[in-house]
């Protein structure tokens, strides 16, 4: 298998790092386009309020700064777990539909949309019995609403069609 | 303590959540994939709609439970359950490969009932102690205690010293969002006033480590497999065969406690060790590795022994010792339970309710184990097909049923994301969670401390029990920046061989 399919423990360690600077500029903009302008970053450690998170976002662009030279000078040692793109398309498809079962859920409501999102993950997971399928999956939804608004009155999203089941 | 707590605990309302929280970890612990963490986080939106002793009885037993469940699965099917029982499988599996996978659950239930008790006596014996000695800490002395608990996590995450270190700050950087205690300003909100209190810690445990444990299963060949499994039914009599090993279940117990004390030092270390140590001690006839009783009755009483340690910086303090400590502490906070020197003073009753639920946990363990063990080996036959949705349904109606907010279903989201790929990169995630619950303490204590000492350093320096966790904190950096600069090195040796190669 050529390299291009497989993504090594070398490219997520470099996603890590950049999520942690993402981290650290959000604080810096936040700080100079919010809290300065407002007057909450100056002062003594009682008014000052970014005083700490700046701090912080130092220490951590510090760390990170370390763990990039670590990861640039140890560079025959990307080794770790592997995936391949292959094994990543189950992951990504369900992790979509998931998304998309929460975009719906404000929508729809619970009771529309719970059971074909478990139905979509069986599927994507290779799973092909329809009717077993179908009955697991409008059994499991109908078993935690029951369970989270008859037992715990948790009110579960209603959607556009107000849709609760008054159990 | 305990008698002022024995009224909360005697009601039916607490025994059958004791009960159903053995249960529900046991479950989740023989469920490989799952864990008592996971069984933590899952049910904690359903825990605290009690009051804070029934809630933590639910979630103290989830973790007893999960604590030992691994076992059954170790020992069926040769796959750990959890990392904790990892030690079991040595001996349990060559066991039951003997015909005796009866006597090998057994034994593991009882050693973990016997440990978990064990751990409980540690808990009741030294946390009013360590309640006491904390009660004079000032802003300076838990501050340092703060980043005490933080650099011990990374320095115990393994050979990502530095990952976890990083990861510990960026979730002390998190839990800076939301409201200012000291001006009220809102701080990175971004306009946003779901964050006004900051980030759903709910949110944040469950997207971390449920999402990206679930996508972490859909990587595997599996999903559709059902486990073909023998029954096995343990009897009550294997608590014989423990108890014949009496200095090893001490000894092993004795080394779970101390190690759960520790932040950072989990289940995995201590039974690990506690194994080591009962093969070091071993009697020249006893086979580790093929089948020795001695091995179970180790590893599984220190893994359970290792929660009674956990929980007593956990209540003494207010400082986690590990993941599931940490969600147990914000269990408590949003039932408005502040743990620390404090609670030990003023609500005595909860203190010892927390107690007394976790020793009849321990307790229950053995009689709720031996008996439904049966039910477990039909669990494990549950394909990962339908339990994968499962979870990732309860991850949201969990979630959800907090605070009734989508926007906390779309952080949960979000934080499953970051999981994914903090995970993927090597950076362990619970420091994450641990920088997040202690981030507020260490901001307010930085600033109070800033304030009683006129913006002057010194001060920490000046009391002695933050110079002395200054030492131990400095010492714990230097342990980072060792192991960093060796793994260094070494990459630099590999790299070289590998060019003249």
Redesign the interface.
């Known amino acids: 298998m050529t390299s291009w399919f497989v993504l090594g423990r070398r490219f997520s360690e470099w996603c890590a790092i950049a999520l942690m600077l993402v981290l650290v500029a959000l604080v810096y903009q936040q700080v100079r386009d919010v809290l300065e302008p407002s007057g909450m970053a100056e002062g003594g450690p009682y008014d000052n309020a970014a005083a700490y998170p700046r701090g912080v976002a130092m220490l951590l662009l510090g760390l990170v700064c370390l763990q990039i030279v670590l990861q640039i000078v140890v560079r025959g040692r990307s080794g770790g777990d592997t995936l391949t793109w292959h094994q990543l398309v189950r992951p990504a498809a369900v992790i979509v539909t998931f998304g998309l079962y929460l975009g719906l859920l404000g929508i729809l409501g619970f009771h529309l949309a719970s059971a074909p999102m478990l139905f979509a993950i069986m599927v994507t997971c290779g799973s092909r019995q329809w009717w077993k399928m179908a009955v697991i999956s409008l059994g499991i939804s109908l078993g935690f609403a029951w369970f989270f608004e008859s037992q715990l009155d948790v009110v579960l999203p209603g959607g556009i069609f107000n849709l609760n089941i008054p159990w | 303590m305990l008698l002022d707590g024995l009224g909360l605990v005697t009601s039916f309302s607490t025994v059958t959540l004791v009960g159903a929280g053995l249960i529900v970890g046991l479950i989740v612990g023989a469920l490989p994939g799952l864990g008592p963490l996971m069984g933590i986080i899952l049910l904690l939106p359903?825990a605290i709609?009690f009051p804070p002793v029934q809630a933590m009885g639910f979630l103290i037993a989830i973790y007893v439970g999960g604590s030992c469940g691994g076992a059954i699965s170790a020992i069926l099917l040769r796959i750990p359950g959890t990392p904790l029982a990892a030690a079991t499988l040595f001996d349990g599996y060559p066991m039951a490969q003997k015909g005796r996978a009866a006597d090998a659950i057994g034994i593991a239930i009882a050693a973990s009932a016997l440990g978990g008790v064990f751990g409980g006596l540690i808990l009741i014996l030294f946390s009013p102690s360590l309640a006491a000695f904390a009660a004079g800490f000032g802003p300076p002395e838990y501050a340092m205690l703060a980043i005490t608990g933080l650099t011990s996590i990374a320095a115990v995450s393994g050979h990502s010293m530095?990952?976890g270190?990083?990861a510990g700050?960026?979730g002390?950087?998190?839990a800076?969002a939301g409201t200012?205690e000291?001006?009220a300003?809102e701080?990175?909100t971004?306009g946003l006033f779901e964050l006004s209190n900051g980030f759903s810690i709910v949110a944040i445990v469950v997207g971390l480590f449920a999402?990206s444990e679930?996508?972490?299963l859909?990587?595997g060949d599996d999903?559709?497999d059902r486990p073909k499994l023998s029954t096995a039914r343990p009897g009550f009599g294997t608590v014989l065969l423990v108890l014949r090993r009496w200095p090893n279940l001490i000894r092993s117990s004795t080394i779970g406690a101390c190690v759960g004390a520790l932040p950072g030092a989990g289940g995995v270390i201590s039974s690990f060790t506690a194994y080591a140590v009962a093969k070091t001690f071993s009697k020249s006839d006893e086979r580790y590795g093929e089948g020795a009783e001695g091995g179970i009755v180790a590893a599984e009483s220190a893994n359970n022994a290792t929660a009674g340690g956990a929980l007593v910086p956990t209540l003494a303090l207010g400082i986690p010792g590990d993941a599931a400590t940490a969600v147990l502490i914000g269990a408590l906070l949003i039932l408005g339970v502040f743990p620390g020197p404090t609670l030990f003073e003023q609500h005595s009753d909860i203190v010892g309710g927390v107690f007394l639920v976790y020793m009849l946990a321990n307790i229950a363990l053995f009689v709720i184990g031996i008996l439904v063990t049966p039910l477990f080996v039909h669990v494990l036959r549950l394909r990962?097909?339908?339990l994968?949705?499962?979870v990732?349904?309860?991850c949201?109606?969990g979630t959800?049923?907090v605070s009734?907010s989508?926007f906390d279903?779309?952080v949960m989201?979000a934080f499953?994301?970051?999981g994914?790929?903090?995970r993927?990169?090597?950076?362990p995630l619970a420091p994450l969670v641990i920088g997040v619950i202690l981030g507020p303490l260490l901001?307010n204590n930085?600033?109070?401390t800033?304030?009683l000492s006129h913006?002057g350093l010194s001060i920490f320096i000046e009391r002695p029990v933050s110079a002395t966790l200054l030492f131990i904190n400095i010492a714990l950096l230097l342990c980072v920046v060792f192991f960093?600069m060796r793994?260094?090195i070494a990459?630099?040796h590999?790299?070289l061989s590998?060019e003249d190669t």
Request: hydrophobic share 55%; net charge positive; glycine share 6%.
């Open positions: 359903y709609t530095l990952k270190l990083i700050t960026a002390l950087l998190l800076t200012d000291f001006t300003a701080r990175f971004f999402i679930m996508s972490h859909l990587t999903l559709l990962k097909v339908v994968i949705p499962t990732l349904l309860m949201a109606i959800y049923a009734s989508i279903l779309w989201f499953g994301l970051v994914l790929v903090l993927a990169g090597g950076y901001e930085v600033r109070r800033l304030l913006d960093t793994r260094l990459g630099r590999s790299d590998q």
